[in-house]
């Protein structure tokens, strides 16, 4: 049996009758391409309901999107926080919380790194341009898959490992970790110091990203081994 993999939507509203919930196709492609099945994460409220849906599925991949709620962290909205969904946070801190105490491996990406940090019981940047002097240009304006900028991975991390010491990322974000959770190591920051990588050395397979490796899927340019090894801890 290839293992199933739950993967977090996007909520998408246009009054006044239209509700939607999707899922970009990279993310399935990448699952897929690499051995496993996505299915597409229900909306819950508490960790009750994710752990029974948890219980039927062997991976979590917590996906990219709108911004997380700073309350979250103890923070007011800095005036350039984007727009947040509150039903998707609830959801996915239920998940997170859920798949740590069952040791279930759990991928994060974009949204879904600064979700796992903020979940553990760390903080994020709101706005880099605004709050980070000397940043670079997080939010690139070009394809999906264009590498804009390159990071430096951690000698011995999981990160490295895969994709050596350093390599190009693509980067659509204005937000980012700031403080670690506890337990948690960063395993690649990008040329301004900005994290761009943790993991928990604690768990089977605890990782997350801040750039998009699924919109490399199938190019010759690629993040295909981070799938791979994330549907192999799965299996």
């Not at 309350?71 to 859920?98: C, M």
């Not at 994290?195 to 993040?223: D, I």
Request: aromatic share 8%; with cysteine; charged share 20%.
């Amino acid at each position: 049996m290839k293992p199933l993999i739950g993967v977090s939507g996007n909520i998408h509203r246009e009054p006044p009758n239209r509700d939607w919930t999707f899922i970009g196709n990279d993310y399935l492609r990448a699952v897929q391409n690499a051995g496993g099945i996505p299915v597409m994460l229900p909306w819950v409220e508490t960790e009750e309901e994710a752990a029974a849906v948890l219980d039927r599925l062997d991976g979590v991949l917590i996906s990219g999107g709108v911004d997380v709620d700073p309350q979250l962290y103890g923070e007011h909205p800095h005036p350039n926080n984007g727009s947040v969904s509150p039903e998707r946070d609830l959801a996915e801190l239920s998940y997170i919380k859920v798949a740590l105490a069952k040791n279930m491996p759990l991928l994060g990406i974009c949204r879904g790194h600064q979700m796992l940090a903020v979940a553990c019981g760390g903080t994020l940047w709101q706005d880099i341009p605004a709050q980070v002097p000397g940043s670079i240009k997080h939010s690139q304006e070009g394809p999906r898959w264009f590498a804009s900028h390159s990071v430096t991975a951690v000698p011995g991390s999981r990160i490295a490992e895969l994709f050596g010491g350093e390599f190009k990322v693509n980067s659509y974000h204005h937000q980012a970790v700031k403080d670690l959770p506890a337990g948690f190591v960063a395993t690649a920051t990008a040329p301004d110091g900005i994290n761009e990588a943790m993991e928990h050395p604690g768990y089977k397979f605890c990782v997350s990203v801040q750039w998009h490796p699924e919109n490399f899927t199938g190019r010759s340019y690629s993040f295909d081994k981070l799938f791979q090894a994330f549907i192999a801890a799965c299996k």
